[in-house]
């Protein structure tokens, strides 16, 4: 498993006007090559109208799986773009479709690649990017006293709290990128002069909002 990798939420679309065509830009994560060709269908089938409904996505840890789709515009001039966009963000089981609706004015090779490049682009910002980081769940038991310093010290660190239970005694539950457990355990010993117990959780992923900025 990667240690980490970007990716896309569950879903978004933006539209764009272009020279009087509409682009319409949808994204959708999907973690196989079925769900990329259903989502494909369910947009085609919803703009069974549209002039054009190109596509492409990358699939798989190691992105084994890229596709692109012209859908009847010139060859290389929509898909080939699109998934390039995919490429250049690193995103991984991302697929996206961006329908047009001709306005009357050709935009000739180079405006179409860059009508396709630049709404696949907005329409992932619109839908928002995430890292999926390899974390583990450990658990902080100690005495209320130590709660206080705990807590603050550990938002104001690294690693993420994820919550706090409020039992005979309390517990904070953190997540650790993997790799870092040892050092996490060495902090709080240190942080509480070994007075808190450390529980091992397991390890999954979590996903971390980021930027375009952050990944460009």
Known sequence: MLESYYTVKKEGYTEITIQKSRFIGYVRRCDTEEEAQTFIKEIKKKHNDANHNCSAYMIGEHDLIQKANDDG????????????????????????????????????????IRAYSSTTSEAIKATG???R???????????????????????????????????????LVVYVESGREDEFSNWITDLTSGQAELIHGDVNYAEIEVTDDEIE
């Open 73 to 112: 515009e010139p060859s290389g001039t929509a898909g080939v773009p699109m998934l390039e966009v995919l490429k250049r963000k690193g995103l991984k089981d991302t697929a996206v479709v961006v329908t047009r609706y001709f306005g009357g004015i050709k935009l000739g090779a180079g405006g179409l």
């Open 129 to 131: 990017i995430v890292k």
């Open 133 to 171: 980081q390899l974390m583990r769940e450990m658990t902080v038991k100690a005495d209320y006293s130590l709660l206080g310093k705990l807590e603050n010290e550990i938002r104001n660190s690294s690693f993420h709290l994820e919550t706090i239970n409020y039992l005979e005694i309390v517990e």
